[in-house]
């Protein structure tokens, strides 16, 4: 199991650390800093061993977390922890940096001690944490016998997310659709490779315990419906539009397994406040919101002419926003002239690139800048790598296609009923990497 | 208020201040106080001093106030032993506080001081925790057992908290058996033979339920424990396995490894036919690919893994390989990982897509990155033929770039391709000798050399490029030198000089540099290669030129009894190091190595599941040789031309058969033999664990009273206990076979060895094998056939009547013409005659006759064997001059050259 964890700022220096284990040395703290921090040569692996002792290291602006051990621990679930402990300090004291790790020791020691005990994770949950981490008093002192049992119930139980008595005096609720669309074409508008991973993101303002059910346009549930109903071929023709194939989606730990496992129906007890109610990723029948055209042509040594076409690919009601095109420029380059049809574009020296910048674009609509690019005679042999035009942007709508159906709210202890809930409901499609190699 | 103030005090004075602080009336004072000891202790200042102080602190009902003391403690107890003992109290009083968090506290640190005084105080609270009524003391308390063990296991035992412990995995609670689990997985690990954890049918649905219900680390906690399960048929596997799929939309990416170690586990018991296990294998695919949207170092554990899964069980992923396509963005690491698993799923369906892309990867920044694609694009060509022609064209666009490193690694696989595909792509050889000036390295250079070596009567300044390497001769890594020495020998075989003066200087010349060499392996060859060379260039031509084994497609596979045992380590280190924990972690070597489960049923039929995978048969696999073969392999693989047909003596023929025929020629076998000779009058493994799933069997040949033995060593390597062994031998030269049953009767148990004696007689049916003494061996248990082969000493042939009569033996030696006789010279040999002759005479040669001619000894010696030859032969020793002369007929000489490798080999002695 976890040996122990070492926060490091970007000197190399500890800023705090724990031992789980009799088995870490103090050397270990300067092994890491020594072989890794210190290290001349970019970090090859996250995972490293020297001397028999391997370390885990996940990096968060300049501060450095590492765990060490001897064991042959789980690999993945040690990443999982530290993601998970970055969250939990982020959600106490915003950003990880060196101060603030400096103006909250007390509680980071606190809290190893709660969310790990002898190397294993315990509980690492800010909800319920909150309710019995004694620093920055979130909880005050005078707590009943009834709320202490309550908290070691809530904290071990089934329901660790979720604490009891909880009241609003209007329920309601939010959902988030965010995906970010990802895209490799090859210069001759191939695509190479493109997937959508999206989020459902829920803002929950519900009293009581309500026992939710989320529905959307899977393609599995909508084709068992379709089959159920008069015709096949109707149900095809109705569902065949609407439906998307979900490849994979993984969900938050309210959700109940085993159910989306039999009946692929999505039923929870959501957390208070903020959380990710699922991930998932689709392939198929994507909806790329922008093509990218490529046009790059070396004139002699010391001349590129690039043109660079985008054309938008969505109903032309809708309006696209922070469109930025960032075309890639060889090391050499010493001027660039731009001219472009719409937005503003500059060459960015320091970032060897053109950007590009739309503020708003509508659907089915088409822009394209040329550009000239003057080259230093150089004679570096290597070839300039060529990397690909990129894209940001986002658009009011689900590339996927995935649309929400219903969200169900019963809470049959309180009176309030799922009509009772106010939803609301947004979609936004983002860039991931959305690349056009040139 | 933040903290970092308590850093600020930087006074003189400042633990007298303290000190102060801490006795404060007000309890506010006091915590501020305690924070600023930790906060001193943080940065490294001893603060040991204030442990009494610290200590009154601890009798407070305030929770904060009480943990920091806590922390306080855990750090400086060990080092202040006698004073922790003041706070032993507190903690005992502290494990009967009405509020659970004080008493899960308590014993939580109480089971962190490593310090015996207080571990004795310790059982006590321990005990009444784990049976307390709140889940939150339980859970702790299942993690302090763990602990205590850590420290003193005796006592744990003592105790009976194992029993406990086993308790609580049918707890009401999750979390509790989830820690429960845990604890018992570890403590389990330093006790291999107990059954600790009792795994056993209603064990396993409690964990199944728990599973449902636990947090997201015991679900993890839960599913490890799980994967050690071996469950009894087909039907608990499936169902296991159906309780777990749901985990594999988890969003905690070690719960989804950790079901899919437990899957890929237990599909190994599941009937291939069944549709379960095709839908099982369907499921597993997305959730790995999901894997791969998470944050980079989750992304290269899980390809670390993938790496693995796809050797084990191709069809998994093989739709997937887009996903496996690099981004500009990845970091490094991932981008390399990423690289090998595309070119594992490179088939003939995707290999276009597959060459784009690795065209792409050959012109970005990163060296290493470059490196491994353009050896890629190689190992495109060489796994799918159709695509070899593309992949040898964009290997030549490559080394047009003219950058260094991509030109050398491009060489590098280029001489792969030509092995793969003789006499397709020769044509590139100009392009690539434009290039011989850039190369720099020795994988390069070697390749390069090997390529002019190979096509030498095709390039037509071969010398001169190969002379341009000789003149840093000495310079060169061992491996250039050893390929330059054998491209100088295929040169000169292919490309002969036009007199025979002027071919002995040439190859001298060349040839020499390797005879100082302090490498004693580079001096041998370069002394073989002269010898062979200088006696008998046309059998030299047959053994340097012989046409080479085919390379392998693959590469750079896991070996597979690894390979299983890693696949029961997905997720973990193990499987990130691609090592077994023992590589990695200290004091394992006594911890069970894990094996995947064997389905039942299938022993009978000889066919374990666990070389289903991708695992070529044993037999296919010797035959293919590693494309980076070492020198030992490099002599013992070559190839043996064709038989050369000799006119037979019949007079000296005795034997039915035709067995030395001159097939093999004098110099060849010579250095073979001697060789062979050495290697066998030690114990060789014959047949290695690994190839055997765990029997090992290692063995020399003897012959003792007039008998053949096979002395063999079987032990037993694997987990499961063998029976049921039987031998055979394939026809042989000498009609070997066993005239005994193997005799061995008593199962062989995991981890023991059994010596057994195999007496032989050479009655069996015959067939010429390659070399002569080659001997193949099959040998069954109840797990499986395998297959080795050895070489047998060729004196145990020799028969103790193998002393000829003085008259016939004038007779024969007569008959033999003078220009059939054959001279050789061994040197350096400081024995006398009789010491010869006694030594020969161990090995049933005989001394036929002794004189001595113009000081010199000659001795007459004959031997015979098993199948009636006789060889015979005349031993010249000048005393004083360490070199014998041994002349003999030339027709017998391929068991006569073992005579002299014999000599040889005393002269070693």
Redesign the interface.
């Known amino acids: 199991m976890i040996g122990g964890l070492f926060i490091y700022n970007h000197k190399g220096e500890v800023l705090t650390s724990r031992v789980y284990r009799d088995d870490i040395g103090r050397n270990a703290v300067d092994a890491f800093r020594v072989n890794v921090i210190h290290a001349r040569q970019q970090v090859r692996s996250p995972v490293t061993n020297i001397a028999r002792t391997s370390f885990f290291h996940v990096k968060r602006s300049n501060i450095w977390l590492a765990v060490v051990t001897k064991q042959n621990v789980n690999a993945a679930m040690v990443f999982e922890f530290l993601y998970k402990m970055c969250d939990v300090m982020a959600s106490y004291f915003g950003k990880i940096s060196e101060e603030n790790i400096k103006n909250n020791f007390v509680l980071i020691y606190e809290l190893l001690d709660e969310i790990l005990d002898f190397g294993y994770p315990q509980n690492s949950e800010t909800g319920s944490l909150k309710t019995f981490i004694t620093q920055q008093g979130i909880k005050g002192q005078h707590q009943t016998k009834e709320e202490q049992s309550q908290i070691t119930s809530q904290v071990t139980g089934q329901i660790g997310w979720r604490r009891e008595g909880i009241k609003y005096r209007r329920n309601e609720l939010f959902l988030d659709v965010l995906e970010s669309v990802n895209l490799l074409m090859s210069p001759q508008g191939q695509v190479l490779s493109a997937h959508v991973s999206g989020r459902v993101v829920m803002k929950s303002y519900l009293s009581g315990m309500p026992e939710c059910k989320f529905g959307m346009n899977d393609k599995i549930i909508i084709d068992k419906a379709g089959k159920g109903g008069v015709t096949n071929e109707a149900g095809k023709s109705t569902s065949g539009k609407q439906s998307i194939a979900i490849d994979d989606c993984t969900f938050n730990q309210c959700v109940r397994l085993s159910k989306f496992d039999s009946e692929r129906s999505i039923s929870f007890i959501p957390p208070d406040g903020e959380y990710e109610l699922m991930r998932y990723r689709t392939t198929k029948d994507i909806i790329l919101p922008f093509r990218v055209i490529p046009l790059v042509r070396e004139v002699g040594r010391t001349k590129l002419e690039v043109k660079v076409v985008i054309k938008s690919n969505f109903k032309p009601s809708l309006l696209a926003q922070k469109i930025e095109v960032r075309i890639p420029t060889p090391l050499n380059t010493s001027g660039v002239q731009v001219i472009c049809m719409k937005g503003k574009a500059k060459y960015k020296a320091s970032e060897n690139a053109i950007v590009w910048k739309i503020k708003r674009m509508a659907g089915m609509k088409e822009s394209q800048i040329s550009a000239e690019i003057e080259l230093l005679p150089t004679n570096d042999k290597k070839k300039w790598a060529r990397p690909p035009i990129s894209m940001n942007f986002e658009v009011p709508f689900a590339p996927s296609g995935l649309k929400v159906r219903y969200l169900k709210v019963f809470e049959s202890k309180l009176n309030y009923s799922d009509h009772d809930v106010i939803k609301w409901v947004r979609y936004i499609g983002r860039s991931g990497i959305y690349e056009t190699r040139c | 208020m933040?903290?970092?103030k308590y850093?600020t005090t930087n006074k003189k004075g400042e633990i007298f201040e303290l000190k102060a602080e801490l006795n404060n009336e007000k309890k506010e004072k006091r915590k501020e106080a305690v924070?600023k000891v930790?906060?001193a202790m943080?940065v490294g200042k001893d603060v040991s001093s204030l442990f009494p102080d610290v200590v009154n602190c601890m009798q407070t009902d305030?929770?904060?106030l009480k943990?920091?003391v806590y922390?306080y403690l855990m750090n400086y107890a060990k080092s202040q032993p006698d004073m922790a003992i003041m706070a032993v109290n507190s903690f005992v009083k502290d494990c009967e506080d009405?509020?659970?968090?004080i008493r899960?506290l308590a014993v939580?640190t109480m089971?962190?001081i490593?310090v015996d005084k207080i571990t004795e105080y310790l059982c006590e609270p321990l005990r009444k925790c784990l049976k307390d009524e709140?889940?939150?003391?339980r859970?702790?308390a299942a993690?302090?057992v763990?602990?205590l063990h850590?420290i003193n296991a005796q006592m744990v035992e003592d105790q009976g908290f194992l029993d406990s412990l086993r308790d609580l995995i049918a707890d009401s609670?999750?979390?509790?058996v989830a820690?429960a689990v845990?604890a018992l997985s570890?403590i389990s690990e330093s006790h291999p033979n107990s059954n600790l954890l009792d795994l056993n049918p209603q064990n396993i649905n409690k964990l199944l339920t728990a599973l449902?219900?636990c947090?997201?680390?015991g679900q993890?906690?839960i599913l490890?424990c799980l994967s050690n399960y071996n469950p009894k048929d087909e039907r608990e596997a499936q169902s296991i396995c159906e309780?777990v799929?749901?985990?594999l939309?988890?969003?905690?990416?070690?719960v989804?490894?950790?079901a899919v170690k437990v899957l890929m586990k237990f599909l190994e018991l599941l009937p291939k036919e069944s549709d379960y296990y095709n839908t099982l294998l369907k499921k597993l695919s997305?959730?790995l690919?999901?894997l791969l949207?998470g944050?980079?170092?989750?992304q290269?554990?899980?390809l670390r893994n993938i790496n693995l899964i796809v050797q084990k069980r191709p069809e998994i992923l093989k739709q997937e390989i887009?996903?496996f396509?690099v981004?500009?963005?990845d970091?490094?690491?991932v981008k390399l990982e990423k690289l090998d698993i595309m070119i594992r799923l490179a088939s003939q369906a995707n290999i276009a897509?597959v060459l784009?892309?690795l065209k792409?990867y050959a012109?970005?920044?990163d060296v290493d990155f470059v490196r491994k694609a353009v050896r890629a694009i190689g190992r495109c060509a060489i796994k799918v033929e159709q695509s070899a022609e593309r992949c040898v064209s964009t290997l030549l666009d490559l080394i047009q770039?003219?950058?260094n490193y991509v030109v050398q690694e491009a060489i590098v696989v280029i001489r792969d391709i030509f092995r793969k595909y003789p006499n397709k792509y020769e044509s590139i050889i100009a392009t690539l000798c434009e290039n011989l000036d850039s190369l720099d390295e020795p994988d390069a250079r070697a390749a390069m050399i090997w390529i002019v070596g190979e096509y030498a009567e095709r390039i037509d300044n071969a010398d001169e490029l190969l002379e341009s390497f000789l003149e840093g001769f000495h310079d060169e890594s061992t491996q250039v030198q050893l390929t330059l020495l054998t491209a100088i020998v295929k040169l000169f075989l292919k490309k002969p000089s036009e007199t025979q003066e002027e071919t002995h200087t040439y190859t001298h010349t060349n040839i020499s540099p390797s005879f100082d060499s302090d490498n004693p392996d580079l001096r041998d060859r370069g002394y073989i290669y002269w010898r062979l060379l200088s006696t008998d260039p046309v059998t030299a031509k047959e053994v340097v030129l012989s046409e080479k084994p085919l390379i392998s497609e693959e590469t750079d596979l896991i070996e597979p009894t690894l390979l299983d045992e890693l696949i029961c380590?997905i997720?973990?280190?193990?499987?990130?190091?691609h090592k077994p924990?023992n590589a990695?972690?200290?004091g394992?070597h006594g911890i069970h190595r894990k094996h995947l489960p064997i389905q039942h049923g299938s022993i009978d039929t000889g066919e374990s599941p666990v070389s289903a995978g991708p695992a070529a048969p044993i037999e296919q696999a010797q035959s293919v040789i590693p494309s980076q073969g070492d020198l030992l392999g490099d002599l013992l693989n070559l190839d043996l031309g064709p038989p050369v047909n000799v006119p037979q003596q019949s007079s000296m023929q005795m034997g039915a058969v035709d067995l030395l025929g001159g097939g093999l020629d004098s110099l060849v076998t010579v250095c073979m033999f001697i060789f062979l000779y050495l290697l066998s009058l030690f114990p060789q493994i014959w047949l290695p664990a690994v190839k055997a799933k765990g029997l090992e069997i290692s063995g020399t040949f003897s012959r003792r009273q007039g008998q053949m033995y096979m002395d063999m060593t079987f032990t037993n390597k694997a987990l499961q206990h063998m029976t049921d062994f039987a031998i055979q031998f394939n026809k042989n030269s000498f009609g070997v076979i066993p005239t005994t049953p193997l005799p061995i009767h008593t199962p062989l148990m995991p981890s023991q060895s059994i010596e057994v004696s195999l007496p032989l007689n050479t009655i069996g049916p015959v067939m010429k094998m390659d070399p002569l003494n080659n001997l193949q061996v099959a040998v069954k248990n109840n797990i499986d056939v395998f297959y080795f082969s050895g070489l047998i000493p060729l004196n145990i042939f020799f028969v103790e009547d193998g002393k000829m009569e003085r008259q016939v033996f004038l007779a024969t030696w007569k008959d033999i013409p003078n220009e059939n006789e054959l001279q050789y010279q061994i040197k350096e040999c400081h024995l006398n005659a009789d010491t010869v002759s006694g030594k020969l005479q161990n090995d049933n040669i005989y001394t036929i006759a002794k004189r001595n001619v113009e000081g010199q000894d000659m001795l007459y010696q004959s031997l015979k064997l098993t199948n009636g030859i006789w060889i015979l032969a005349e031993l010249r020793i000048q005393p004083g001059n360490p070199n014998y002369t041994v002349k003999h007929p030339p027709n017998l000489n391929s068991p006569n050259s073992e005579l002299r490798s014999h000599l040889l080999f005393l002269s070693e002695v």
Not at chain 2, 173 to 176: D, Q, Y
Request: aromatic share 10%; net charge negative; with cysteine.
């Open positions: 933040t903290d970092s850093f924070k930790i906060a943080t305030n929770l904060e943990k920091l922390l009405p509020n659970p968090l899960a939580r089971g962190c490593r709140d889940p939150y003391v859970k702790t993690v302090c763990a602990k850590d609670n999750p979390m509790v820690n845990a570890e449902n219900e947090t997201e680390w993890i906690f490890d309780r799929t749901p985990r939309s988890h969003a905690n990416s070690a989804v490894l950790s997305p959730p690919v999901t949207s944050e980079p170092e989750v290269y554990v899980a887009k996903v396509f981004k500009y963005n970091p490094i690491y897509q784009a892309e792409e012109t970005e920044v770039t003219k950058v380590h997720g973990s280190l193990a499987s990130v190091y924990p990695f972690v200290e394992s």
